[in-house]
């Protein structure tokens, strides 16, 4: 903010937004579907999205839609007037672009044409307006953005339709498009879950893709299937509330589904963790679901929080960056944002897989890409009082916006900057975070805290010092090597901090100026 003397003067963009990365622009899609119209908005085009802003209006442009063949009259202006705020809205925000793309109902209706010709007016552009198989490519791309090395089925359930697609890597198979949208089932079914999954059933026993899902993943999207996984949550009392990537092994959603296809669904408990505007099509949801599994045969389902928006931002992405590891660019942005020095957190990681060797910890490609995440988000709460950065750092990690991760993994980044900041504690005051993860990653955590804690110590968090010191093996002890223009840095703390983390090995230690 500029001294002008005017406090009431209007703001620029680069003033009102000193938190985002500098040098880009947000960018924006707009997804009109069956059931729901969203905006979202990211910080800008990249491999890993943060949205900056997610909104979306139930339309129901599909109601009706499989009796009349059109789009009804109230749902079209619902969606429009969506739209025009949406519009406003991107505008608003600086958006650099704007894309907006529509999928069943849009494509289905005999009045489709008018409803796209007034989209286009209010965007001032142009409106995609999927296929079927277009479909199951698009969100297939989402989940491949936001899964490490997905291999499986990608079912994306709407208001309108099912998509199914292989998966492998970012290797697709041939899309499949059903009419098994809960909006359009319920409809066709007459309100009879019964009857749906008689439908489902009939129309699936088709279905090339889910004859190769036998002993696979199969990745859900859409937001009734997010409603059957918060419902599982909470009668689990699974410690971690986010949707992306929670897994269900195969038996239990399959129980899940005939459980929710076969109650009252207002009776069922724990149903108030579901919206109302959702709890209508939840059975119907439910019934797809269970075919899938009963036919497909998959051994469990991940939950996918990104699809047809993020697949559709992917597509636009460079080969380069589609290769990139999102969990370390959103770990790295993090480190940019809020760490004390950047550089800093870029040396912690081959520093500390140095100390992992002169320890004998071995790591699996996946460990060392997440002690890799770790050391970059090693500072981002040091602005919180010293008594509460471990836990401040568990609640980024546990509720952040991170892909590429699967929860045990999120555990063993929250929990190895816990011990970062906390030390070694009791069990009884660990986070509950902790319990998603196996003993082998929580030693990890616990070895990745302790040497961080090592590395802050000599640092002070400014760049240029630990990779001129050096933490080896010889002989019987773990060696700390200080060279001698900084051997002021040697002193009680630092032996501290080395012999805990050498007792976490059960290693004794010293310290050599050299």
């Known amino acids: 903010m500029s001294d002008s003397g005017d406090p009431l003067r209007p703001y620029s963009l680069e003033e009102i937004t000193p938190g985002r990365l500098p040098g880009y622009g947000p960018v924006g899609v707009i997804d009109i579907g069956s059931n729901s119209v969203r905006l979202v908005l990211y910080e800008r085009l990249s491999r890993a999205l943060t949205p900056l802003f997610n909104e979306k209006v139930l339309a129901g442009l599909g109601r009706g839609l499989s009796e009349t063949g059109k789009l009804a009259d109230e749902s079209v ?47 001032g552009g142009d409106l995609q307006v999927l296929t079927g198989q277009d479909e199951a490519k698009v969100s297939a791309l989402g989940v491949a953005s936001s899964f490490w090395k997905p291999d499986g089925v990608v079912g994306d359930l709407g208001g309108g339709s099912l998509e199914l697609i292989d998966l492998k890597g970012d290797r697709l198979g041939v ?17 009879s879950t019964r009857k749906a999954g008689k439908i489902a059933a009939d129309a699936l026993e088709r279905s090339e893709g889910l004859k190769g899902a036998a002993g696979r993943t199969f990745y859900a999207v859409g937001g ?16 971690l509330h986010i949707m992306h990537h929670y897994a269900i092994p ?75 590891d999102p969990l370390i660019v959103a770990s790295a942005e993090l480190a940019d ?10 040396e912690l990681a081959p520093w500390t897989a140095g100390v992992f060797e002169a320890l004998g910890i071995s790591e699996t490609e996946d460990e060392a890409r997440l002690r890799v995440a770790a050391c970059l988000l090693a500072d981002i709460a040091w602005r919180a009082h010293p008594d509460y950065r471990g836990d401040q750092a568990v609640a ?33 005051q660990l986070p509950p975070i902790q319990r998603l993860m196996s003993s082998r990653l929580k030693f990890r955590a616990r070895i990745l805290g302790a040497a961080m804690r090592l590395a802050y110590g000599l640092s002070a ?37 080395l012999d805990q983390l050498a007792d976490l090995a059960d290693q004794a230690s010293t310290v050599v100026v050299t």
């Not at 949406?86 to 672009?97: I, K, N």
């Not at 899309?175 to 309100?191: H, I, N, Y």
């Not at 209508?280 to 949801?285: A, M």
């Not at 993994?409 to 069990?427: D, K, N, Q």
């Open 337 to 346: 944002l809020r760490s004390r020095s950047p550089g800093h957190c870029r």
């Open 77 to 123: 202006d619902s969606a429009l007037a969506a739209i025009r705020r949406f519009r406003q809205l991107a505008s608003q925000s600086g958006a650099t672009r704007l894309d907006v793309i529509a999928t069943a109902a849009v494509r289905d209706a005999d009045n489709g044409a008018p409803f796209i010709e007034a989209v286009k007016e209010i965007c």
């Open 461 to 497: 968090a400014m760049p240029g010092i630990i990779p001129r010191t050096e933490v080896v093996r010889e002989g019987e002890r773990i060696v700390l090597h200080i060279p001698r223009d900084l051997q002021a840095l040697d002193g009680e703390a630092i032996r501290r901090r």
């Open 175 to 191: 899309g499949e498009t059903f009419p098994l949208g809960g909006l359009r089932l319920s409809e066709v079914a007459k309100g």
């Open 250 to 324: 195969a038996d239990e959603a399959f129980e899940l589904c005939r459980m929710v296809v076969r109650s009252d669904v207002s009776a069922i408990e724990g149903i108030d963790v579901v919206s109302r505007a959702r709890r209508p099509l939840l059975p119907f949801g439910a019934a797809v679901l269970e075919q899938v599994l009963k036919i497909g045969q998959p051994d469990v389902v991940l939950l996918s929080a990104l699809g047809l928006r993020e697949g559709h931002l992917y597509e636009k992405l460079s080969p380069e960056a589609r290769a990139e």
């Open 396 to 428: 980024m990690i546990a509720n952040g916006a991170f892909i590429g991760v699967d929860h045990p993994g999120r555990g063993y980044l929250a929990m190895a900057i816990f011990h970062r900041y906390a030390g070694t504690v009791s069990e009884s």
């Open 224 to 239: 009734t299937w997010r409603a059957l996984a918060s419902l599982h949550m909470h009668r689990t009392n699974y410690p």
